[in-house]
């Protein structure tokens, strides 16, 4: 045997062998029961069910991280309303806004109902303006005469 043969073999020896699929189903198994798997599904179903469980959990992450930002945009916008009368000099009788009488809309239809709602109290708004405006003008009219 021949030195330069005698290094290969214990390089071969010195490296890892790569895992089996024992230590590493066995390595990933409390992942998957931390994310609600059973014992059941992960051992004796089918092996792609384990798929569908790590994309639920990557839907319930990214769900629970959209209502903690919403909250926090509560939070901020609750502070931000409050912030006249936490300032150290505020002069006095100055009072915090009201808090928002619904909650932000967050999807497509909450969008649209909130923006026909508006459209609606601008046209009423328009339409009181208008039918004050004809009330004084006939007034005016009226004391011409």
């Known amino acids: 045997m021949t030195d330069e043969s005698a290094n290969k073999g214990s390089e071969r020896e010195n490296r890892s062998a790569p895992p089996s699929y024992s230590e590493i189903f066995l390595a990933k198994f409390p992942y998957y029961l931390s994310i609600g798997m059973t014992e059941e599904h992960y051992w004796d179903r089918d092996s792609t ?85 004809m009330v004084q003008a006939n007034k005016q009219l009226q004391e011409r005469k």
Not at 49 to 59: C, F, I
């Open 49 to 133: 069910l384990v798929k569908s469980y790590r994309k639920a959990e990557e839907l319930r992450k990214e769900r629970v991280n959209q209502e903690m930002w919403l909250q926090g945009m509560y939070i901020y916008d609750a502070i931000s309303r409050l912030s006249p009368i936490l300032r150290a000099f505020a002069k006095k009788g100055t009072k915090a806004q009201p808090y928002v009488e619904e909650a932000y809309p967050i999807n497509k239809k909450t969008v649209e109902e909130a923006e026909l709602k508006k459209e609606k109290a601008k046209s009423e708004k328009g339409l009181r303006y208008m039918q004050a405006y």
